[in-house]
């Protein structure tokens, strides 16, 4: 797809993954963009393995199979490393962004080789500590964000407080815990991709 890029969620029914692409489409409509998510129906029991997409473009968007091929790939559960091919398909010059207590060194054994970009986010040791409870899916939407570069971070953040301001109106303590495990999870990965990026350049 010209002019935009693909991205393609894993992880287990209850996580957040279906969720979290449904709010990434919708933070990149508001910024202007031409935007798709959407989950691979299946069997949605809890704890399944489910897929999710996200296509966010500049120009119309004609395209409407999965995707199979994407830019970015995003693992919300790191036990589906053991049983998910998560980087079928993932182009070379895109990224993998895996959620684990690893590093991206530990765990780049597990990927089949893959010689694109890896960064890990402990996003259930970021959720436990801003929200109370392992919701990884809002520090791993910061993640993707901050790798993808689809948008700045303040104009993320800026609309993301706007959305959960409006969805949860009545739990203000909730718009807090939410907009931090998100600052804290894309300034944890910006900080990733800049040591990677130098480390390139000594190379």
């Known amino acids: 797809m010209k002019n935009g890029i693909e991205i393609r969620w894993h992880g287990r029914g209850g996580q957040g993954a279906k969720t979290a692409a449904l709010l990434l489409a919708d933070v990149a409509f508001k910024t202007g963009k031409n935007v798709q998510g959407f989950p691979?129906?299946?069997?949605?029991?809890?704890?399944?393995?489910?897929?999710?997409?996200?296509?966010?473009?500049?120009?119309?968007?004609?395209?409407h199979s999965n995707i199979y091929h994407p830019d970015y790939v995003v693992v919300v559960d790191e036990t589906l490393l053991h049983s998910?091919?998560?980087?079928?398909?993932?182009?070379?010059?895109?990224a993998i962004i895996v959620n684990t207590a690893k590093s991206a060194e530990e765990i780049k054994g597990q990927l089949n080789g893959y010689q694109g970009g890896i960064y890990t986010v402990d996003a259930r040791k970021i959720s436990v500590e801003t929200?109370?409870?392992?919701?990884?899916?809002s520090?791993?939407?910061?993640?993707?964000?901050?790798?993808?570069?689809?948008?700045?971070?303040?104009?993320?953040?800026?609309?993301?407080?706007?959305?959960y301001a409006h969805k949860f109106a009545?739990?203000?303590?909730?718009?807090?815990?939410?907009?931090?495990?998100?600052?804290?999870?894309?300034?944890?990965?910006?900080?990733?991709?800049?040591?990677?990026?130098?480390?390139?350049?000594?190379?």
Do not use: C, Q, W
């Open 40 to 63: 691979e129906y299946g069997p949605e029991r809890m704890g399944a393995p489910i897929t999710a997409y996200n296509r966010i473009s500049s120009d119309v968007i004609r395209v």
């Open 84 to 94: 998910v091919d998560v980087t079928a398909g993932l182009k070379k010059d895109g």
């Open 131 to 137: 929200l109370g409870k392992n919701f990884p899916n």
């Open 139 to 163: 520090p791993m939407l910061a993640a993707i964000v901050a790798v993808s570069r689809v948008m700045d971070r303040e104009t993320f953040i800026h609309e993301m407080k706007a959305s």
């Open 170 to 203: 009545k739990k203000p303590e909730v718009i807090e815990g939410n907009m931090k495990a998100l600052e804290r999870a894309y300034d944890t990965v910006a900080e990733a991709m800049k040591e990677d990026a130098a480390r390139r350049k000594s190379a």
